[in-house]
């Protein structure tokens, strides 16, 4: 009995968690040691492809800047070519409404006089 009561002591049981938690973290690390050899080559392209992305991006930047000017005249008369066009359009609207209106007016008009005809008023029109 007495060797149970020696086992369980508090110190004794923290001295085991102690052991436990170093022997955890050793096999854990080994373990992410070995994973960390496999992805060594990876990173390494991995970074190449990025290096060789950098080393571009400033012939990138240069050709949208230059881009971008070229751009901005042609934005500008695009900008009045649409305002133009949407003026014709409303032009158009107008002119299509006044023709439906004179034809409509004409119309009436000619209903009017076959009728003062049938109604034998043929007056000064």
Known sequence: MEFFDAILTTEVLAGILI???FAMG???TLHFSKGAADLRPKLNEVERALKKLRDGMGDRKKAVVEL???VAPV???EARMRLYYEQGQEMNIEHEKKEQKDSEQEESSRKRRIQRKKMGYEGDD
């Open 68 to 70: 971008t000017q070229a």
């Open 75 to 77: 934005k500008d008369i």
């Open 26 to 28: 050793i096999r854990s």
């Open 19 to 21: 052991i436990g938690a």
